[in-house]
């Protein structure tokens, strides 16, 4: 939301820019599955989702002069890298913890769910389905937070 807001200059419509990509994203989720990175490209939607709704709304509002078009490339994500890191690490917390280290093992690391079950003497398939509830609790704890929602959806 905060990067919608440095276009739209309007807390409420950014977060409905955000609400509608995220609309979009969810509706047509069979089409992103190829994409690698997502966040970049999350980033590309909503930068211009928020531009359109500027167009749109010209006549009504009148565009500040400071208003940056520039490549997201150009904006400085660290700030909302921070914040998300700070809110995951704050949920990842609260899980149960053989929820919470097969999701870091699995999500954050990057091993295979074989691996795991062999590093904390389990079997894949509570791998599996320890994974599949970190997941579905860590939504559940971030509804308030739509991007990083969004991400857990994807992994």
């Given at each position: ?51 359109d709704h500027i167009r749109k ?89 739509p991007l990083i929602v969004l ?5």
């Open positions: 939301m905060g990067y919608s807001m440095r276009f739209v200059k309007d807390e409420y419509i950014a977060e409905e820019v955000v609400g509608d990509v995220m609309f979009k994203l969810w509706n047509e989720r069979t089409r992103f599955e190829s994409i690698k990175d997502i966040k970049p490209y999350l980033y590309q939607m909503v930068r211009n989702a928020s531009i709304n010209q006549k009504i509002h009148s565009l500040d002069p400071d208003f940056d078009t520039g490549d997201s490339e150009d904006f400085d994500f660290d700030f909302l890298e921070e914040e998300v890191h700070s809110v995951l690490i704050q949920a990842l917390q609260n899980l149960p913890e053989k929820c919470r280290r097969v999701f870091e093992h699995s999500c954050l690391e990057g091993m295979k769910y074989k691996e795991i079950a062999e590093l904390m003497e389990i079997s894949v398939n509570t791998v599996k389905s320890q994974r599949t509830r970190a997941i579905e609790l860590l939504q559940n704890q971030l509804r308030n937070h991400i857990l959806a994807f992994l």
